[in-house]
């Protein structure tokens, strides 16, 4: 790789600031040297070939997030994390900090891994930064009385939070729910009896109801006729280019199909999009039972992956963040069999149980981006014994 020079730096911030409008498909030397105000074999001499860009975007990324990690080991010796109160308030400052001082590392970061997803294996640093966020919060909780448990359950979580706090941070309902989430979460999902948020859990999520895009699992179609395949082509351009590439022209090359009968179909690009989700949830059907069949896994690691790329992408456009407000209304509603049984006593409240989803989603990324095979079974076992602790 070619010496670094001080221009380096320059660079790198010019990248960041290119995936953070566009997306990591947006990103090229040659974008680059623009932003940066450099020739293109001055971008080549100074950072290498784009893979050598990339690398250096989640050095530094890795870097930030160490330090940041090191600062929150520090505060939280002045704190009682026992307490429920404070750790609820811990999270919801955790999640800020990677939004709102440096939004263009975190968006750049959460691109980094969505794509590292999509690939046989991830990079080592990738790999390293992954394992080092649960390492971080299992630390952090360590003599917690949940443990080292509760900091990989709360890990989790916060991977799968985080697209939505880039997305939807500014949006105070969203803020509300997250409250009600997180205050369950660290509170262990426990029996006794919760007022405030929780107990508003269903009004928290009506309040989102008149700005976001209604996607239900909808019923099982015939999946040769016309319309399911161009929705499970929609599907496939989201999980594999990003929402970006979904245009009623690239969706009919990729159905085979003339663009009048797209158009026919999904008159809107919005269409578009609502059709790949629908085609996505009916994918993943099966993906939460005890012992899914191939197909299930498949369609639940598209599923996640997929609607993961869509939340991105509405914190750069904030047309699609009516879609976002959805996902994150209805988060984990598709788990419902893998977490009613949770803990085996009574049967958790709406706030606890889309804490349990989301933990369970956020460690199926972890595992999909490191190549390792989902197994939503370990974690509901975890969350369920946290349940039990006294």
Known sequence: MPPRSAAAPDIAAAARALVAEEGLRGL???????????????????????????????????ALRAQRHEAWLTRAARM????????????AGYLDEQVQPDREHALTLEELILEAGREAAPSAEIAALVRGETAFWRALLAESPGGSAHGEAVAHYCRDELPFA?????????????????????????????GGFAHGFDELVAAMDARAVDIRRPPAVDPDSPRARIAAAVAGLIETEGVAAVTHRAVAAAAGAPNSTVAHHFRTRDDL??????????????????????????????????????????????????????????????????????????????????????????????????????????????????????
């Open 28 to 62: 090229s030397l040659r974008k680059v040297a623009g932003r940066a105000g450099l020739s293109l074999g001055g971008v080549s001499y100074q950072i290498g070939d784009k893979a050598d860009l990339v690398r250096r975007l989640v050095r530094d990324a890795a």
């Open 80 to 91: 009682d994390l026992a307490e429920p109160a404070v750790l609820a308030a811990v999270i």
């Open 166 to 194: 880039l997305a939807l941070g500014a949006d105070a309902d969203y803020r509300l729910l997250r409250a009600a989430v997180s205050a369950r979460l660290a509170d262990r999902l426990r029996d006794a009896g919760h």
């Open 273 to 390: 999009l609502r059709g790949g989700i629908e085609a996505l949830y009916r994918g993943s059907i099966g993906s939460t039972a005890e012992a899914p069949d191939e197909r299930a896994q498949r369609g639940g690691r598209s599923l996640m992956r997929a609607t993961r790329a869509l939340v991105l992408a509405a914190a750069r456009d904030a047309s699609l963040r009516p879609f976002a407000l959805d996902l994150r209304r209805r988060r984990g509603e598709h788990m419902g069999p893998l977490v009613a049984p949770i803990g085996g006593g009574a049967p958790l409240d709406r706030a606890a149980a889309q804490a349990a989803a989301m933990t369970i989603s956020g460690a199926g990324f972890a595992r999909s981006t490191l190549g390792e095979a989902p197994r939503a079974g370990d974690i509901a076992e975890l969350l369920a014994a946290l349940r039990k602790a006294s």
